[in-house]
Structures are given as C-alpha cells and as structure tokens.
C-alpha cells in the first residue's frame, strides 16, 4: 500500500469558522503573539493566557468538520495516510481521519507546566489552581514560540517514507513546519492546495509539484478525482 502525508494548516479550518490566529497584523485575536503564545507571556500573565486558550477551546464545540476534511478520510480506503497538522483543533479527528500528527499541541489538552509528559485531555475552562497530579499548575498543550516542536522529527520521518506529499491550506512560511516537505523522497509526487500559494525554497527546487490553486472544499475533491 502506497504511504501519504498530509500537511495542514489553518486554511484547512479556516472553511469550518475557526479563524486563523494570526491576521495580517501579527496579532492573534486581537492580542500580540508574544502575549499569549510564548513562556514569557504565560509567565507575565497566565490567567490572560489561560483565558485565550479557553475561548478558542469553546469555539471548537461550534465548528464541524469540513468538505476538505471528510474528503481526505477517504483517502485511507487506498493509502496509508498520515496528517501531520499544524492546527491545534480537533476536526481532522471528527471528521475521521484515524492517523494524525499534531506538530503545534491540541487545545483540547492541557499539561503540566513542570512535567511536560504528564498530558491530560481537557473540554472544559483551565484556570488558575487547576494542578498535575504532582501539584504543579496545567497549561495549554500548545507548543509556544521558543519552545521545542516534540513531533517534528517524526513528521519529518512520515514525509521521509510517503509517495505522495498533500500541502492544505498553509502559507509554508511557518518553520520549522514549513521545511518538512524537504524530507520527500526523491522520485515523490507533491500536490500542494492552497488558493493564494506561497512556493518556498523547498518546493522551488521540486520539478514534481502540482499546484491547485483552491480552496482546502474544492481543492481536495479535484485530489481525489486524480488519485483515486
């Protein structure tokens, strides 16, 4: 069975109503990045950080899935599939997908903010006094500006072994996320769907990429009509 990866981004959700954090002025909902996605940030201010987290936590019980993401579960009755997700919702999950890989965290857990691998699933408000079973104070599991990408070797090593390589809905200006395409073997099909795409150095040097210049709804329809 041939292997595929997946790499989304925000526009893969933005079609389902959540908005990506981070406009064209570099604030996240109206906040500085800094403020609310960096250690210095929680440190300064966690009953803010916690705050933020816990509103986005609740919108995602008003989202659904969308055509993008039940399109690319399909993909799975031919292919083992791996999506690796720069997104920290939860839809490729709702929608089905039975394999993904989460590079930025999850909003729907929340960790330690002494023992990282203690990681505990989490739908309700985290507030300040909410601890680890060893007594320290949980925080979003939301990989933050200067912090480790836990996953990204793995990723790197799903891209490593895939056949085809699928690029949704992300600027590819994002690192380190950005350079896991760089991992395709020699001799892989990339497609990359994206109505405004950005081609990085990665995908400058690739002579075997297909770009459809859609939306994550159409654009992944018009992939399954080529692959399966």
Same mark, same amino acid.
């Given at each position: 069975?041939?292997?595929?990866?997946?790499?989304?981004?925000?526009?893969?959700?933005?079609?389902?109503?959540?908005?990506?954090?981070?406009?064209?002025?570099?604030?996240?909902?109206?906040?500085?990045?800094?403020?609310?996605?960096?250690?210095?940030?929680?440190?300064?201010?966690?009953?803010? /950080? &916690?705050?933020?987290?816990? @509103?986005? #936590? %609740?919108?995602?019980?008003?989202?659904? =899935?969308?055509?993008?993401?039940?399109?690319?579960?399909?993909?799975?009755?031919?292919?083992?599939?791996?999506?690796?997700?720069?997104?920290?919702?939860?839809?490729?999950?709702?929608?089905?997908?039975?394999? /993904? &890989?989460?590079?930025?965290? @999850?909003? #729907? %857990?929340?960790?330690?903010?002494?023992? =990282?691998?203690?990681?505990?699933?989490?739908?309700?408000?985290?507030?300040?006094?909410?601890?680890?079973?060893?007594?320290?104070?949980?925080?979003?599991?939301?990989?933050?500006?200067?912090?480790?990408?836990?996953? &990204?070797?793995?990723?790197?090593?799903?891209?490593?072994?895939?056949?085809?390589?699928?690029?949704?809905?992300?600027?590819?200006?994002?690192?380190?996320?950005?350079?896991?395409?760089?991992?395709?073997?020699?001799?892989?099909?990339?497609?990359?769907?994206?109505?405004?795409?950005?081609?990085?150095?990665? &995908?400058?040097?690739?002579?075997?990429?297909?770009?459809?210049?859609?939306?994550?709804?159409?654009?992944?329809?018009?992939?399954?009509?080529?692959?399966?």
């Amino acid at each position: 069975m041939k292997k595929i990866a997946v790499l989304s981004g925000a526009g893969m959700s933005a079609e389902s109503g959540i908005k990506t954090f981070r406009d064209a002025g570099g604030l996240w909902e109206g906040h500085d990045v800094m403020e609310v996605a960096s250690p210095q940030g929680f440190e300064k201010n966690p009953e803010l /950080v &916690l705050d933020f987290y816990n @509103q986005r #936590r %609740k919108q995602l019980f008003e989202v659904k =899935p969308n055509a993008g993401h039940l399109g690319l579960v399909q993909l799975e009755e031919k292919f083992n599939t791996t999506i690796i997700t720069q997104n920290v919702d939860d839809l490729h999950e709702r929608a089905g997908s039975s394999n /993904v &890989l989460h590079l930025h965290g @999850q909003l #729907r %857990k929340v960790r330690s903010t002494q023992f =990282p691998e203690l990681i505990y699933d989490w739908d309700k408000d985290c507030s300040l006094g909410d601890q680890c079973e060893k007594g320290f104070q949980l925080r979003p599991h939301i990989v933050w500006f200067g912090e480790e990408v836990p996953e &990204l070797m793995r990723g790197a090593a799903e891209v490593n072994q895939s056949d085809y390589v699928i690029i949704i809905g992300t600027s590819m200006n994002v690192y380190p996320a950005a350079g896991l395409v760089g991992f395709a073997p020699e001799g892989s099909k990339i497609f990359y769907i994206d109505p405004n795409p950005q081609i990085n150095y990665e &995908l400058s040097r690739m002579s075997n990429l297909e770009v459809i210049s859609e939306k994550a709804t159409v654009g992944v329809q018009m992939l399954l009509d080529k692959l399966l």
